[in-house]
């Protein structure tokens, strides 16, 4: 941290600043969790960045802006008015801090734009790293979408979600498909004859009495309806469990490395850190892995690096194939991501490949009966082969692709590569102790271009597990405030107006 004494006294006082009334049976972080629909863990982390937040409109010597999850931590402790302005101002910050809503204009929004970019610098100067980004998101996502956030009375309203309502994704499916396929298919099929679809006793006939164009529509509009069906599947299984506190969950770098892209990529990771510690040293003209003679453990090596180490000869000193090899220590990351629900467990995982393309499989079946009518009568089916032959294939390797992360998986690991986003940038200026985590969350690829240059290329050329040369990994797949600056002052709520 880059603080001065007077500062890090400062910080210290806010820090230890209780924001909990004595015998409170709502806590503060339970209470701002209930209002704002947050884990209870994610809330108490926002307390903490509001602490911080009130220590740079002290410190930072301009004019700060808090993000608005920050934001929402303030406005409640405004309402513990005895706490805010008789304890927290003048006995633990040393002044007054306001706060105003903006006057509205695009004045005003560029202004609390420019403080909030200069909060995000100050953060990282004075705290030594970067804000963490699901609390404070950059300057654009921040103002994107101030305007819209209203208060709802969740009693007496409901909310549904832009994205895909969860509950779609548990619909009786099958059912859903063959009657919507049918009807559909039959519709297009009729409206392309010029006839109308009169009553469902039309579909005993259909689809194998369609002429050739017409079944070929049917075809493919039975197939996109098939793949959404799927898709719609897979994604239920992925949010299927998802963890209450997913905010708190701390992993390591081969963790991550594991949920990024599987057991080759967390290999991909131990094995630069071994090399980066002269565990192991790197032949380039070889393209082989060898013990260092000089290394000696003192106790500090992962289980998983000694697993490495006194296998070496016996499962090869190749990169790729010691990525290839299944390792204990493996599958004890797995066990715990799979507790934590952070990955498909092997059985949702083959339910997840299997029923999708059995669902899409029932329209090459479909097309594979309408070929025998279409033989039986003489009739030309080339194109009707290479439909189902293409759907067939499409099948096989879309919806064969493991789960692998649920959707919790997929935000925590988007968290962590906001976090450490510099990694992908800038590695030559990180701490060495970093690598692993950098090959973990964004590939070997990383590592082009520096001391371990001739090692990453030894990755590659490789298939990999999620179907990236740079070792990646598959899935499922406003308005602001502003505090007084030095000596108080006063602040403006620059997306309440």
């Not at 220590?55 to 406005?75: C, I, K, N, R, T």
Request: aromatic residues 10%; hydrophobic residues 40%; glycine residues 10%.
């Amino acid at each position: 941290m880059d603080m001065n004494h007077e500062q890090a006294d400062l910080y210290q006082r806010i820090i230890v600043f209780p924001l909990d009334e004595p015998n409170s049976a709502l806590p503060f972080g339970a209470r701002l969790a209930r209002e704002n629909n947050w884990t209870r863990a994610f809330a108490n982390r926002v307390v903490g960045e509001y602490k911080r937040f009130a220590f740079l409109a002290v410190a930072a010597g301009h004019y700060v802006a808090p993000s608005d999850e920050v934001d929402q931590a303030w406005h409640m402790h405004l309402t513990y008015t005895r706490s805010y302005w008789d304890e927290f101002c003048p006995h633990v910050l040393g002044t007054s801090l306001h706060h105003h809503p903006t006057q509205g204009g695009a004045a005003e929004l560029d202004k609390f734009k420019a403080w909030y970019g200069k909060t995000l610098e100050s953060y990282e100067r004075l705290f030594g790293h970067e804000p963490p980004a699901d609390i404070w998101p950059d300057v654009e996502t921040r103002f994107s979408g101030a305007a819209d956030y209203r208060r709802v009375n969740t009693s007496t309203n409901w909310i549904v979600p832009r994205q895909p309502a969860r509950w779609l994704a548990r619909l009786p499916l099958f059912g859903v498909l063959s009657t919507y396929v049918v009807i559909a298919g039959s519709a297009v099929a009729e409206g392309s004859a010029g006839r109308p679809l009169n009553s469902l006793a039309l579909l005993a006939s259909y689809p194998f009495d369609l002429k050739g164009a017409q079944f070929l529509k049917f075809f493919i509009l039975a197939l996109a309806c098939a793949v959404l069906v799927a898709l719609l599947v897979r994604y239920a299984l992925c949010i299927a469990s998802e963890p209450w506190q997913e905010d708190s969950v701390e992993l390591d770098a081969y963790e991550l490395a594991y949920l990024n892209g599987g057991r080759r990529q967390a290999t991909a990771a131990l094995l630069t850190d071994m090399v980066n510690r002269r565990i192991l040293s790197f032949d380039p003209f070889i393209e082989r892995l060898v013990r260092n003679p000089e290394y000696q453990d003192d106790g500090s090596m992962h289980p998983a690096e000694r697993e490495v180490q006194a296998a070496l000869d016996a499962v090869g000193s190749r990169p790729y194939e010691l990525a290839q090899y299944r390792w204990q220590w493996q599958a004890q990351i797995a066990e715990r991501l799979t507790s934590l629900r952070l990955i498909a467990t092997e059985a949702r995982d083959f339910v997840g490949r299997a029923v999708p393309i059995l669902i899409v499989m029932t329209v090459p079946a479909l097309g594979a009966a309408k070929i025998y009518v279409g033989l039986s009568r003489d009739k030309p089916v080339g194109f009707l082969v290479i439909g189902c032959v293409l759907a067939a294939a499409m099948a096989l390797v879309v919806f064969g692709q493991p789960l692998h992360r649920t959707t919790a998986g997929n935000r925590v690991l988007r968290r962590h590569k906001r976090e450490h986003s510099k990694l992908k940038r800038h590695l030559d200026q990180v701490d060495p102790a970093h690598m692993p985590l950098a090959v973990g969350l964004f590939g070997v690829g990383v590592l082009a271009g520096g001391s371990l240059n001739s090692f990453q290329a030894a990755f590659a050329p490789k298939a990999v597990e999620g179907g990236s040369s740079s070792w990646g990994g598959s899935g499922c797949g406003g308005g602001g405030c502003g505090g007084g600056g030095c000596g108080g002052g006063c602040g403006g709520c620059g997306g309440c107006g």
